[in-house]
């Protein structure tokens, strides 16, 4: 079986990230190529390749809302629920944006840290030069 896989039309100039979802799915999310800075998803019909090719079938790349990044974006899902993460397109601060089924995505949040479960009352925004990474 291959371990790569072309999706056509698709580019990027950054490492896509991965994750399966709901235990049914793999998705992948990317940044754009070149100095496109747009954030990309794409998602399987099922979480196993055709056993006659070994390859997924996609569907087509779908933009994330108007996000954008100047580096690769991290793709992980808990509990049903998709997070990506991403360095901001022109400054160093990590944002979220999160979604259900990888095609409803809620808008972009600054990630911030601190002891409260309200967001609002946390004031830790970590910052970073690179992009984000996903663990585990």
């Not at 940044?31 to 399987?44: H, M, N």
Request: charged share 10%.
């Amino acid at each position: 079986m291959p371990l790569q896989q072309l999706l056509p039309n698709v580019g990027t100039s950054a490492s896509p990230s991965w994750t399966v979802h709901n235990q049914k799915q793999v998705c992948i999310a990317w940044k754009g190529q070149g100095s496109d800075p747009s954030i990309y998803v794409a998602l399987t019909s099922t979480l196993h390749p055709d056993p006659t090719t070994g390859q997924y079938s996609f569907s087509a790349q779908q933009k994330v809302l108007g996000l954008g990044t100047s580096a690769s974006p991290a793709i992980a899902s808990l509990n049903g629920t998709l997070y990506l993460f991403y360095k901001g397109e022109s400054d160093t601060f990590l944002y979220w944006a999160s979604s259900p089924d990888g095609k409803t995505w809620t808008d972009r949040k600054l990630l911030a840290l601190g002891d409260s479960l309200f967001s609002a009352d946390n004031n830790q925004h970590p910052q970073t030069s690179t992009a984000p990474g996903r663990h585990g």
